[in-house]
């Protein structure tokens, strides 16, 4: 399983990025695949998830309202799209995939197997 994050960048705050997850290797199903973020000196954080059949997204209240995560199976890729960004966004944005048949703690980066390299979100007030 191989998933690698990209779209990052430096961006002013209200901006907006399109972060993308390439995804390969598994063809399982009953799984999440989540966006999860760590600023410097702080723990990873949930930012968002959405289930294998983009049936049910979920996210943080950090993000909720300014992000929509999206899924194209075709393409096994996973965006997320950040709109009005803030300097509080500043992070390294990791995707992930939960174990399979997972239905619930996606939130919970312990429940994820396997994640992406990391893509830097900087963004400059």
């Known amino acids: 399983v191989q998933l690698q994050a990209y779209g990052g960048g430096l961006v002013q705050a209200g901006g907006s990025l399109r972060l993308s997850c390439a995804a390969s290797g598994f063809t399982n199903s009953s799984y999440y695949m989540g966006w999860f973020r760590q600023a410097p000196g702080k723990e990873r954080e949930f930012a968002a998830a959405i289930s294998w059949d983009g049936s049910n997204t979920d996210y943080a209240d950090s993000v909720k309202g300014r992000s929509t995560i999206s899924r194209d199976n075709a393409k096994n890729t996973v965006y997320l799209q950040m709109n009005s960004l803030k300097p509080e966004d500043t992070a390294v944005y990791y995707c992930?995939?939960?174990?399979?048949?997972?239905?619930?703690?996606?939130?919970?980066?312990?429940?994820?197997?396997?994640w992406g390299q990391g893509t830097q979100v900087t963004v400059s007030s």
């Open positions: 992930g995939k939960t174990r399979s048949t997972l239905t619930s703690g996606y939130w919970m980066s312990r429940y994820y197997d396997y």
